[in-house]
Nanobody, 118 residues
Framework: QVQLVESGGGLVQPGGSLRLSCAASGSIFTIAFGDMGWYRQVPGNQRELVARISPNSITNYADSVKGRFIISRDNAKSTVDLQMNSLKPEDTAVYFC??????????WGQGTQVTVSS
């Protein structure tokens, strides 16, 4: 079993930056060999993928954040970060950390609110 704890959300003006962090604890094997990612959800909408990173740091991004967001992971610390730049009001959402194990099992964090507003 893996536990995920997010931090770093908050209020930022359009054009600003925020960095989200997610700390994973539990099975070191599961964490090290799992895909990690960030999703976001707006009330009334489905949760959507923002970015994912594989155990060997291959990344993929939603088209809406390409060129603005950067996902990274530190396998030694069992963390995954999301650097968000040039933020737009439409980036406002609750952001969730996710781990998908090699067997397909998924773990989720509790979510952190990101609000982009002037």
């Amino acid at each position: 079993q893996v536990q995920l704890v997010e931090s770093g959300g908050g209020l930022v003006q359009p054009g600003g930056s925020l960095r989200l962090s997610c700390a994973a604890s539990g099975s070191i094997f599961t964490i090290a060999f799992g895909d990690m990612g960030w999703y976001r959800q707006v009330p009334g909408n489905q949760r959507e993928l923002v970015a994912r990173i594989s155990p060997n740091s291959i990344t993929n991004y939603a088209d809406s954040v390409k060129g603005r967001f950067i996902i990274s992971r530190d396998n030694a610390k069992s963390t995954v970060d999301l650097q968000m730049n040039s933020l737009k009001p439409e980036d406002t959402a609750v952001y969730f950390c996710n781990l998908r194990s090699a067997s397909g099992a998924q773990s989720w964090g509790q979510g952190t609110q990101v609000t982009v507003s002037s």
